[in-house]
């Protein structure tokens, strides 16, 4: 019931669809042009697509991208408090709790979009410029694309917390790009790494971890990140947090 009336409202949405094909389009062309990525002299060429290590560079390419998927579920929240439809729901009989249910269903939805995006872009790259790959080294490091999937999850979660919050899109979409461009970076420079790698924004960035870090921090020192297996449970708990908190927002007058 509650899936059904999202679609009705998500489907005929122009918006929806322009920035789903945006993401895909962007991340898709992003990929097909860094095979002429040249590093020190030397062009990297189509041993970027090689399994198994194209899922690693994939979903961290992949994650400057969540930011499309967290500005369109904002708008999307932000315009039931605009034309009043979580009013007009809650007259219908629906619960608060249902209607973060709703909401909470279409961000799973926008994960699972963009886990098979990347996960047929990867293939598609993989199998048509890589390397020959080796025996099961396709599905090798296939747990990064699972990371990836949690990280988009937990963007969408805090994008739905700042338009729970602010319940108007520009400022919302300001809220969030601001929080991750400047308000946290901020807040982590005058901490110790002790303490930073907990800050939701970098913990979700350790699911996706810049490939080639074990060798930046042999020559630069430790970056401080946890490993995106430690990451992975608190990551979790900020989703389920984010929501809560998105919940108790709500409770406010519609």
């Not at 970098?202 to 430690?230: H, I, M």
Request: glycine share 10%; net charge positive; aromatic share 12%.
């Amino acid at each position: 019931m509650l899936l059904h009336a999202e679609l009705r409202k998500l489907l005929p949405y122009r918006t929806v669809w322009i920035l789903l094909v945006l993401y895909a389009v962007l991340l898709a062309g992003f990929v097909g042009m860094s095979g002429g990525t040249v590093i020190n002299g030397k062009p990297m060429g189509n041993s970027l697509y090689a399994f198994p290590g194209v899922w690693s560079r994939l979903t961290y390419v992949a994650s400057y991208f969540n930011l499309l998927l967290g500005i369109l579920l904002i708008i999307l929240i932000a315009d039931e408090f605009q034309f009043r439809t979580f009013r007009q729901q809650v007259l219908d009989g629906l619960s608060r709790a249902d209607l973060i249910q709703g909401k909470l269903g279409i961000a799973v939805g926008l994960t699972t979009y963009a886990t098979l995006v990347v996960l047929g872009i990867g293939l598609f790259f993989g199998l048509t410029r890589g390397p020959e790959a080796a025996p099961g080294a396709v599905t090798a490091e296939l747990g990064a694309v699972g990371l990836y999937a949690v990280q988009a999850l937990g963007y969408l979660s805090l994008a739905a917390l700042l338009a729970f919050a602010l319940r108007k899109s520009g400022l919302a979409i300001l809220a969030f790009l601001l929080y991750g461009w400047v308000a946290e970076p901020l807040v982590r420079s005058q901490l110790p790494d002790s303490l930073d790698r907990y800050f939701p924004g970098k913990l979700l960035s350790a699911l996706t971890p810049t490939p080639g870090q074990e060798l930046l921090d042999t020559v630069a020192g430790p970056s401080g990140a946890l490993l995106p297996t430690q990451a992975l449970p608190i990551a979790l708990a900020y989703v389920a947090l984010f929501w809560l908190l998105s919940y108790l927002l709500l409770r406010r007058d519609l």
